[in-house]
């Protein structure tokens, strides 16, 4: 099945930075919308960026102008490059997988992976 897998989490300072890498694998990878989302302790997981198939990407406003999401098809990876992190952008990471129109609803994605955990210290 397909199988999405997340790396790049851990723990950085505020004002910092980290990258994100989501290998896809068992999917025609060009075809696919992508996007990350995060969820924190006690909220809802949340959008954070996409990149459609076909390109352009969108953001969340909380992450506009920091956080950059980008993909590679030749090697079926999206990233998400994650500058000036705050301690808000705390929460575990997650990048998902769609077909269709371009979304930034979590129930418009079909396949997940596992999530990484991202710690922004104050």
């Known amino acids: 099945q397909v199988q999405l897998v997340e790396s790049g989490g851990g723990l950085v300072q505020a004002g910092g930075s980290l990258k994100l890498s989501c290998a896809a694998s068992?999917?025609?990878?060009?075809?696919?919308?992508m996007g990350w989302f995060r969820q924190a302790p006690g909220k809802e997981r949340e959008f954070v960026a996409s990149i459609p198939r076909n390109g352009g990407t969108n953001y969340a406003d909380s992450v506009k102008g920091r956080f950059t999401i980008s993909r590679v098809n030749a090697n079926n990876t999206v990233y998400l490059q994650m500058n000036s992190l705050k301690p808000e952008d705390t929460a575990v990471y997650s990048c998902?997988?769609?077909?269709?129109?371009?979304?930034?609803?979590?129930?418009?994605?079909?396949?997940w992976g596992q999530g990484t955990q991202v710690t922004v210290s104050s």
């Open positions: 998902a997988a769609k077909l269709g129109s371009p979304g930034t609803m979590t129930a418009q994605y079909r396949y």
């Open positions: 068992r999917l025609t990878f060009s075809m696919f919308d």
